[in-house]
């Protein structure tokens, strides 16, 4: 069973770029697909990008396209998330998760709050 713990949130302003990562352990990390997700306050859980487990293959949700970039580091059990050109209504805790294939999203992290003020 794998763990995630995400790590890099913090506060930015209107415009400004932020790296979010997600550390994996307990198990091997290729056999995952990994995504981010995340919640505002209020609102549901949002989908915002996904990365296969090879890493070949990325996908960002419609909240962020054209300014997210999913990468992994398979060698470093580790997914980022890059955000670009960030706004205020981007802020909510992030969240990756893990997925087996054919599977669910059954694992997820703790979470990491970002804030972009205006």
């Known amino acids: 069973q794998v763990q995630l713990v995400e790590s890099g949130g913090g506060l930015v302003q209107a415009g400004g770029s932020l790296r979010v990562s997600c550390a994996a352990s307990?198990?091997?990390?290729?056999?995952?697909?990994m995504g981010w997700f995340r919640r505002a306050p209020g609102k549901e859980r949002e989908f915002v990008g996904a990365?296969?487990?090879?890493?070949?293959?990325?996908t960002c949700g419609d909240s962020m396209k054209g300014r997210c970039t999913i990468s992994r580091d398979n060698a470093k059990n580790t997914v980022y998330l890059q955000m670009n050109s960030l706004k205020p209504e981007d802020t909510a805790v992030y969240y990756c998760a893990a997925k087996e294939y054919g599977s669910r999203w059954d694992y997820w992290g703790q979470g990491t709050q970002v804030t972009v003020s205006s």
């Open positions: 990365v296969g487990r090879s890493g070949g293959t990325t």
């Open positions: 307990g198990s091997i990390f290729s056999f995952y697909s």
